[in-house]
């Protein structure tokens, strides 16, 4: 809609739960709703081009009146930022507060014009190019199909008696008449095509849209990202231009949609589990609605360039090397949605992992065992029994001056041991709770020994 008429208006409402005759509930949503710039008639602060005072929405629609006759309908919407008023043919239907307390509209200009609020579409300087381009094309349509089907030309005798058509012979008594068609000059719609091919070339320097970049036929080549930005330079030139106009618009939207959530539905101000990505350590429990921080939001746009994957993976893995980039700041690049839920799915996975490989190691252990039982050789392939504790000097097996297990301090009895060393915490698992290590310990033991799940056995008419 902006491309085309050089504005762009959003509407940002909510829709209250509803139940559908079949009975079926439909709960409460935000919806983002794109108006037509022909509908809209906004009204900007004299001083403030960017804040609207008041807006009015205005359009007509077809209904059916009482009687049961169709007829044209003018409905008209009126919202400042203290009330909202509606209106169908001139008539008050309703009239309620602006419980936002703002105008829930969003105006996008396409390209900007200085000291205007109004926007300029793609399409204003090429308009007259394109209305050329396609009377020229139509003429050549013309002249194409007037040759298709030619005009006969008969000299010298009189066309009524003869009938033009297939299979047909004409006798004609004069032996200097002579009978052709009309011959096509090539050299007109030569002209024609030419200028073609000229309004085409203007038009795309005027949008700043390469010939190629609509599909003309280029030479193979393995052309770098950096080539391919200064071939698509006018192009990447209006990419940013747009990105700047409406990633300003998109994150106004998303300010107003929050807003009206937190309104309507309070209790998404609280962080959920079930439907929230996980906590990081900055992350706040929740929110609160009068703080603007509350609000802030960034709109990202991915690169319109296409982006060799194997080069970008060699470049993040030298980074990662290097200790220059993080896990999640490659799953960025990559351009991964959401970086923290896809660490935790592969952080899930490697505790996975090691649980089996766990249960796997203790079915080859326990296989080792019932061999030594039975011969009482020990596979050198196979775990190795543990070897007996250490004794002290005096042979009675009990610790001396130095620490528990026998094994005596390296400074002497004055010196204390090292602290223990703390265990690194992972988000969903806890090391030192005791539950969570039997939780653990019971997946490895099902995973190694399997489920036992009850027989049951029908009984067949044979048996007695």
């Known amino acids: 809609m902006g491309s085309v008429t050089g504005d762009c208006f959003v509407k940002v409402a909510y829709e209250e739960p509803w139940v559908d005759p079949s009975g079926m509930p439909h709960p409460g949503r935000v919806r983002i709703l794109p108006i037509n710039s022909a509908y ?19 359009y007509r629609f077809w209904g059916t009146t009482q009687e049961g006759t169709r007829q044209v309908f003018t409905y008209t919407e009126l919202l400042t930022e203290e009330r909202i008023e509606e209106y169908v ?54 002249i194409v199909n007037y040759h298709a089907a030619p005009v006969t030309v008969v000299i010298g005798a009189r066309a009524s008696n003869l009938e033009k058509g297939t299979h047909q012979t004409w006798s004609v008594p004069n032996k200097d008449a002579r009978v052709e068609n009309l011959l096509f000059d090539p050299r007109g719609i030569e002209q024609a095509i030419k200028l073609l091919e000229v309004l085409k070339s203007a038009m795309h320097e005027m949008t700043g849209v390469p010939k190629t970049a609509l599909g003309e036929e280029q030479a193979i080549s393995n052309t770098s990202g950096v080539a391919l930005a200064i071939q698509y330079q006018p192009l990447m030139n209006r990419f940013h231009l747009k990105a700047t106009q409406y990633g300003e618009g998109i994150a106004e939207i998303n300010r107003l949609a929050l807003k009206t959530l937190f309104m309507k539905e309070p209790e998404t101000l609280t962080w959920n589990d079930t439907f929230d990505p996980p906590m990081r350590d900055d992350s706040l429990p929740m929110l609160d609605p009068m703080d603007p921080v509350s609000y802030e939001n960034t709109c990202h746009f991915q690169p319109p360039l296409p982006v060799d994957k194997l080069v970008l993976l060699n470049e993040l893995q030298v980074k990662m090397a290097l200790g220059l980039e993080s896990k999640r700041g490659a799953l960025e ?26 249960a796997l190691e203790m079915m080859k252990a326990q296989i080792a065992s019932l061999i030594v039982n039975m011969t009482g050789m020990v596979s050198p392939e196979g775990p190795q029994p543990m070897p007996p504790p250490p004794a002290n000097g005096n042979g009675n097996g009990k610790s001396g001056n130095g620490p528990a297990g026998g094994v005596k301090s390296a400074g002497g009895p004055q010196v204390n041991t090292a602290p223990t060393a703390k265990i690194a915490q992972a988000p969903g698992l806890d090391l030192k709770d005791n539950a969570d290590v039997a939780k653990m310990f019971q997946r490895i033991v099902t995973l190694a020994h399997g489920t036992t799940i009850p027989q049951r056995r029908v009984p067949e008419e044979d048996d007695s």
């Open 89 to 142: 043919n001139d008539e008050l239907i309703d009239a309620r507060e602006n419980p936002l307390g703002e105008i829930p509209i969003v105006h996008i200009s396409n390209l900007p014009i200085a000291s205007s609020p109004w926007g300029m579409p793609d399409i204003q300087d090429v308009t007259p190019l394109n209305r050329q381009y396609n009377e020229t094309a139509t003429d050549i349509a013309d």
């Open 40 to 58: 809209s008639f906004p009204e900007w602060h004299p001083h403030d081009r960017k804040r609207l005072i008041r807006f009015k929405l205005k």
């Open 333 to 358: 690049e990559l351009g991964e949605e959401f970086p923290d839920e896809k660490l935790e799915e592969l952080f899930k996975e490697l505790i996975a992992d090691a649980e089996q490989q766990a």
